[in-house]
């Protein structure tokens, strides 16, 4: 594993929606080498609560004029310690921040369509992978060309307040479906009961709460489509030492512990034991 490590200047931080925002750090090097759905662990060198870094999938790399990349994009929802940290930073803040980690989105079985399912604030991984996929960006030294003729994003919320980036993923050239528990946004109740309305993809890929994530492998394994799935398990260091992170899969003799920040965060949902 290669990683690497820096105290990066914040560039912008600014609200996307409710309680949730966009951070800019200025790392070039990170983000030449980091590719959808990996991610980076960041904490405060200011403060020791919290002690122990977050991760936060990449949402996507910054470019200057030139196409070189420059720094990376981050989109956290607030819910605790770090989080309020984060949004209480100004341009000029540093942060200390690791990565690339964790093995990213695999190349899609088809290259016609795939769908990518997002709840709460799993939306996050999508953006890079959509410009991937699509074949207008390159990530991590990669060419840039189109690797499917469609990508949908399916992408569900509590309430509309809290959607995020429907613009962004939009202009990256994906179909968007929407939906939201309470009905203030799109279709109303589960995205994944969205997605079954749906004709299938050639392969899904999935973000979110664990009982969405679980919904979308039930659907995947009986509409016969490759799924992976991105785990958001809690990690305290994200680089493979302190196991905190393990997630049961099936293995040929029963089953076994993968850690989620070296093995993961990405797993073909056939492997995951829910
Ligand atoms: C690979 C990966 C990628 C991720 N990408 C993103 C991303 O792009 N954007 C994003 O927003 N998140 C992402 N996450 C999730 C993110 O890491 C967590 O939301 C983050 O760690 C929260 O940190 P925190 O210090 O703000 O919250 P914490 O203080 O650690 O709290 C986390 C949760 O525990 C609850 N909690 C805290 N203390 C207590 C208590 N005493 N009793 C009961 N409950 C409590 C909080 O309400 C909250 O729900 C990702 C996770 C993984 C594994
Ligand atoms: S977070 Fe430490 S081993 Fe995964």
Redesign the pocket.
């Known amino acids: 594993m290669s990683f690497q490590q820096h105290s990066t200047p914040v560039l912008a931080n600014f609200a996307l929606a409710k309680n949730?925002y966009l951070i800019r750090l200025q790392c070039p090097t990170l983000a030449a080498a980091i590719r959808p759905g990996q991610?980076v662990m960041i904490r405060s060198p200011r403060s020791t609560d919290?002690l122990l870094a977050?991760?936060?999938?990449?949402?996507d790399t910054r470019l200057d004029e030139r196409g070189t990349p420059i720094g990376i994009d981050?989109?956290?929802?607030?819910?605790?310690?770090?989080?309020?940290?984060?949004a209480n930073l100004k341009a000029g803040d540093l942060l200390e921040v690791w990565g690339p980690?964790?093995n990213g989105f695999p190349d899609p079985i088809g290259d016609q369509h795939v769908a990518l399912v997002a709840g709460g604030?799993g939306q996050?991984?999508f953006l890079a992978h959509i410009r991937e996929l699509l074949g207008t960006r390159g990530y991590g030294g990669r060419t840039a060309k189109p690797r499917v003729k469609q990508v949908s994003l399916y992408y569900g919320v509590r309430s509309a307040d809290l959607a995020a980036g429907v613009g962004d993923f939009r202009a990256a050239g994906a179909t968007i479906h929407l939906a939201s528990n309470d009905g203030t946004l799109g279709h109303h109740g589960f995205v994944t009961d969205l997605l079954a309305s749906h004709v299938p993809p050639q392969h899904l890929y999935g973000c979110g709460p664990e009982p969405m994530l679980h919904a979308l492998a039930t659907q995947a394994e009986a509409r016969k489509i490759p799924c992976h799935l991105?785990?958001?398990?809690?990690?305290a260091c994200g680089v493979g030492i302190c196991f905190s992170?393990v997630t049961p899969v099936k293995t040929s003799d029963g089953w076994d512990y993968k850690r989620?920040?070296v093995d993961?965060?990405v797993f073909d949902a056939a492997c995951l034991k829910w």
């Open positions: 949730t991610f919290p977050r991760p936060f999938a990449l949402y981050v989109v956290y929802l607030v819910v605790g310690k770090m989080t309020t940290l984060l980690l964790g604030i996050t991984p991105s785990l958001e398990t809690p990690m992170c989620v920040c993961g965060p």
